[in-house]
């Protein structure tokens, strides 16, 4: 069966909120919910497709707009390749050019609307950021919230809370203190066993690649209202991170790092393969940095993620 490619946009508006729009009840897939776009023609690049699809389905012109994700699905009836893009710039008031209707919907919202099946990547993504802090090591509790509240000050919504050196009662007690301060302004990663998981029920949880492998088997370990993430090396922990059911991952080391010198780099061309074949978000991870983050768009990832890239001087 041949893939049908698809262009669709995440279009966000000057406050934030994206828009979606309502497929007929008479199409595939009717009456779901959707991320605006259209079928790429042949010989057509996606950009231009784009462009084109929203003009003729919502009015507007798009002036700004870059790689978002790319999700291959199939339906038993119709396999897809959907190509992903964020809108953040346009001119012209969307409206519903076909009589479709649509809807202006907050990132916390987006979870309560019904999208078909190969959206859920798109939805992960659009309520992700682009940066994902990475807590360091070997610092006093009290040093390590003072740079917490310092990064969530300056803009970061993604944080894990990483402190392998601490005793499971320093660690737990710092999480607290973590999703205290995390509360309202950035999503808070919690490592640790599973067994930990209902006494923080606000924090997601990223998974360590050992973890992973030993868990995989019995499938999600929790409800999907729940972030769940993965620390990914190599082809194979992609491929266990897709059959557990993850909502991202961290794919590292692209390039050669100071905290792992013996680790082999997989390189921007390898971490590029890796990310054409797994539907979930990726951020890159080692030896990147925030000036990394449009090469990291263009090879497919949702960004970049680090600890002294992101960790501020306090």
Known sequence: MKRVH???????????????????????????????????????SVRAALGRELAEELGIQVTAARPLIQVRHDYPDKHVLLD????????????????????????RELSDYE???????????????EHYLITPDNLEPKELLLGLKAALESGIRLVQLRAPNMYDPQYRDLAVDAVGLCAGRAQLMLKGPLE???????????LTSTQLRKLVSGGRPFPAHRWL??????????????????????????????????????????????????????????????????????????????????????
Not at 115 to 129: H, K, M, S, Y
Not at 196 to 206: E, I, T
């Open 6 to 44: 698809v262009a669709a946009a995440v279009i966000r508006g000057a406050d934030g909120r994206i828009l979606l729009a309502r497929r007929p009840d008479d199409k595939h897939q009717g009456g779901l919910w959707e991320f605006p776009g259209g079928k790429v023609e042949e010989g057509e």
């Open 84 to 107: 992903v893009w964020e809108v953040r710039d346009f001119t012209g008031e969307p409206h519903g050019a076909e009589g479709q209707p649509l809807a202006w919907v907050s990132n």
């Open 115 to 129: 999208f078909p099946a190969a959206n859920r990547p798109i939805v992960a993504a659009a309520r992700l950021p």
């Open 196 to 206: 930990w998981l209902g006494d923080f029920p606000a924090a997601g949880w990223h």
């Open 229 to 314: 993430a993965a620390s990914c090396h190599n082809a194979e922990e992609l491929a266990l991170a897709a059959e557990m059911g993850v909502d991202f991952v961290t794919l590292s080391p692209v390039q050669a790092t100071q905290t792992h010198p013996e680790a082999q780099p997989l390189g921007w061309g390898a971490a590029q393969e890796m990310i054409g074949a797994f539907n979930q978000p990726v951020f890159l991870l080692g030896g990147v940095g925030a000036g990394d983050t449009q090469r990291a768009w263009e090879i497919g990832a949702q960004g970049v993620a680090g600890i002294r890239a992101f960790w501020p001087s306090v």
